[in-house]
């Protein structure tokens, strides 16, 4: 019996429970997620350790623990540390591993929609945002051989920052938000990584996307809704879309991978997870 769990305040809708308990079907593997959700007001420590001594294989950290939950860990992966935050822990040989698997998460979707983008590999991106998730899909981006991967954001300095993370070399600059509206049509990929047009304010959009190159994939790391303004604008304009609970889906597989030592079946997710959000 593996025993998942998550940490994080609030969680009661969390999806993670959703996805994980498909997944231990689809593997055949017996096991079960749980919600350890823990109040800001509680002591944190003794919350870890309670969670800790109970036979536990792993579990997923979310807001706001991702980073206060480190010097609880025994060892942190690169990715994590480079991160600074941590959403996935595993137990192994006695040890607890912190993991951060939402930048390779977000690469593992977008290859499973558009493979081809990583076999002819002189494509720009662009990054919009410089937050943790901009971090993390930046850091797991750059391994995968692209040409450009350019960061904007309204606040110059954090990105500034990511780009810092960059340490083989590839192409790599900040704009402005101003720029990076106008140059959009420079771009084969465009993610959008800010809360910007989340419900209730799904009537924002980051940046115009008029000078869009058709053809080009925009992404939409948002989720809730499915189809945001962003993403609307991006299709009228001919653009291939990427939407954000594919993310969702796939850093929840690649943690699965860790914990389990297996790659679980997707097939029929992508739709089943767009069927609850949209009941929400
Ligand atoms: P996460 O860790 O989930 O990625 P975050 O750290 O809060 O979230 O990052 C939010 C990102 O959205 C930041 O890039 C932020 O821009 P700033 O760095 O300038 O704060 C961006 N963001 C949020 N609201 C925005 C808005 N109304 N306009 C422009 N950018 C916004």
Known sequence: MVQLGLIGYPIEHSLSPWIHERFLKQSKIKGKYTLYEINPEENFEKAIENLTSKQIAGFNITVPYKQKIIPYLD????????????????????KWIGYNTDGKGYVRSLYKKYESLFINKNKKVLIIGAGGAARGIY??????????????NRTPDKAEEIIQLNDIGINSEVLSLQTAEEQAH????IIQTTSVGMKPRSNEMIINLSALKEGCIV???????????FLKRAEELGAKLHYGHTMLLYQAHYAFELWTDTFAPTEGMDEALQQVLEGR
Not at 186 to 189: A, F, G, I, N, S
Not at 219 to 229: E, F, G, L, R
């Open 75 to 94: 060892q942190l992966d690169k990715e994590a540390r480079d991160i600074g935050a941590v959403n996935t822990v595993k137990h192994s040989n006695g």
């Open 139 to 152: 850091y797991a981006l750059l391994g995968e051989g692209l040409e450009t991967i350019n960061i904007t």
């Open 186 to 189: 420079e771009y084969d990929v």
């Open 219 to 229: 992404s939409d790391i948002v989720y809730q809704p499915i189809k945001t303004k």
